[in-house]
């Protein structure tokens, strides 16, 4: 299911995605926000640098990338709901810091609203950084919590998750979009302020006051068992994620025989191209993952015995389609279809595809009469 806030929401009001996804994590209890202009998610930024102040909280415009991540780890090692904002080639300065912050069991919150790549690319929307997200989110042996809502609304709604998943399991969460819902604008409810979850934090280096012993916050473990039991006991809260954190919306999956799996904005027009699919007396259906990690394994598996095909819609060459290849395992075909600079794909052309998997399902049961 989708997440949904479970605080009393106002009314709708129209807002654009990053200002949106920026108001709800104030009053998800944001307390610290550093970050560096790029586009497209200078909104996000700017809308903190007026509203934090305001709300008692710091902001602060750090001279790089590197530093602003460095910032955020200072700031969660005190126990303080902290977030940064980027977009890709910011993502990939911010690296080695969420790595310390892993290697620390820091809880954090890192939006990335992606932009095309590689390189400088151009500032259309894309999602072309799954893989850094889901695999290269900095060295070392981890990997983060990664969410990618597909509405402003669910932008909103994910922001209070992220941090709630950041402070439970104490790691950082990274909440993946791109330009399209970064900068379009729809109604939005927001939550009332003042229903953060309170996570109690005492290893926070906050002071000690006599009371207790010192907390060392660190990722530098020089005895090799040391480390390795640092890292055992971090995969060991990975497979609690697995088990407990997978999240999915199902659209006409029930009876779907081409199974489309899209995230973000992909999501968006995959669903009108099932509609489309339905009309012309094709069963498609669309399994969006709302987590990317924990990969939404579960639901996929379910969808297996009566899917004759998967369809990997993405805004990228291929990426997301190879962890859908892996859950599936051979035992039905994946294919992919994905459109890159920037290009958004078109419902149309999302069932063009489907409708040649259609067709070539039908000649192979004609080949076989």
């Not at 996929?300 to 962890?323: C, H, T, W, Y």
Request: a negative charge; one cysteine or more; glycine letters at 8%.
């Amino acid at each position: 299911m989708a997440p949904k806030t479970t605080e009393k929401a106002t009314e709708k009001v129209l807002m654009k995605g990053n200002e949106a996804l920026a108001e709800a994590a104030l009053r998800a209890g944001c307390e610290a926000y550093f970050g560096y202009p790029i586009t497209p998610q200078n909104e996000l930024a700017a809308y903190m640098s007026k509203r934090m102040p305001k709300e008692g909280g710091a902001y602060l415009q750090a001279e790089s990338e590197v530093a602003a991540i460095n910032m955020v780890y200072g700031a969660a090692a005190s126990g303080v709901r902290t977030m940064t904002s980027t977009s890709s080639p910011g993502m990939s300065l911010k690296s080695e810091g969420i790595s310390y912050l892993a290697g620390a069991d820091l809880p954090a919150v890192i939006v990335n609203v992606q932009r095309g790549g590689p390189g400088l690319g151009g500032i259309q929307p894309s999602q072309s950084d799954y893989w850094q997200a889901t695999r290269a989110a900095g060295h070392g042996d981890f990997h983060p919590i990664v969410l990618a809502p597909s509405t402003v609304q669910e932008m909103a709604d994910t922001i209070h998750i992220a941090f709630d998943l950041a402070d439970r399991y104490r790691t950082p969460v990274i909440v993946l979009v791109d330009g399209m819902l970064g900068q379009m604008m729809e109604p939005v409810a927001l939550p009332e302020p003042g229903g953060a979850t309170v996570v109690e934090k005492p290893w926070a280096a906050n002071g000690h006051q006599d009371k207790r012993p010192h907390n060392t916050i660190t990722s530098l473990f020089l005895v090799a068992d040391d480390l390795e039991a640092s890292n055992r006991a971090r995969f060991a809260r990975y497979e609690d994620i697995k088990r407990n954190e997978q999240r999915v919306e199902e659209y006409r999956t029930e009876d779907a025989e081409i199974v489309l799996v899209a995230f973000g904005a992909s999501a968006r027009t995959s669903r009108t191209a099932v509609d489309l699919a339905r009309e012309a007396g094709i069963k498609a259906g669309l399994l969006r993952p709302i987590t990317l990690v924990p990969f939404p394994v579960d639901a996929i598996e379910a969808r297996i015995p009566q899917a004759k095909a998967f369809l990997s819609v993405e805004m990228n060459m291929g990426q997301m389609v190879e962890d859908v290849r892996l859950v599936v395992n051979g035992r039905t075909p994946v294919e992919f279809f994905g459109r890159v600079g920037g290009i958004i794909p078109a419902p149309t052309e999302i069932l063009a595809a489907i409708e040649r998997i259609a067709g070539d399902d039908a000649c192979a049961k004609g080949g076989d009469a």
